[in-house]
């Protein structure tokens, strides 16, 4: 069986966990937008604290308290990647987010340098 490396990735650059949890793993009420900008900072903070960037992301989970904010929260969401190279994405509805948050993003990303293919 092969041996897998589990690097736990903490910043103070983003929120310290309320439960027992990590910030990231490596292999309030308000305004949505907010939210949204707030959740994708962190997300890039912890990631530069592994030497990661954003273009290392490959794939996210949204979760939403309404569905509703669904495009007001993708625009958002798309200003922190580059388009063409978008990470694979899904998107729910939940029926209640930790502290009434109205959104949470969780990510998985690559380590190593990314090489993009051309499309076939």
Known sequence: ?????????????????????????????????????????????????????????VKTTVLLADINDFVRVNEVYGKYFTAGTYPARAAYQVAALPKSARVEIEAIAAVGEIEDQAKL
């Not at 793993?25 to 997300?43: F, K, P, S, T």
């Open 1 to 57: 069986m092969s041996r897998v490396v589990r690097k736990i990735i903490k910043t103070p650059r983003a929120p310290l966990p309320l439960a027992p949890y990590s910030q990231a793993v490596q292999v309030g009420n308000g305004d949505v937008v907010e939210e949204a900008r707030q959740a994708l900072d962190n997300m890039k903070a912890i990631l530069e604290e592994a030497g990661l960037s954003m273009n290392h992301v």
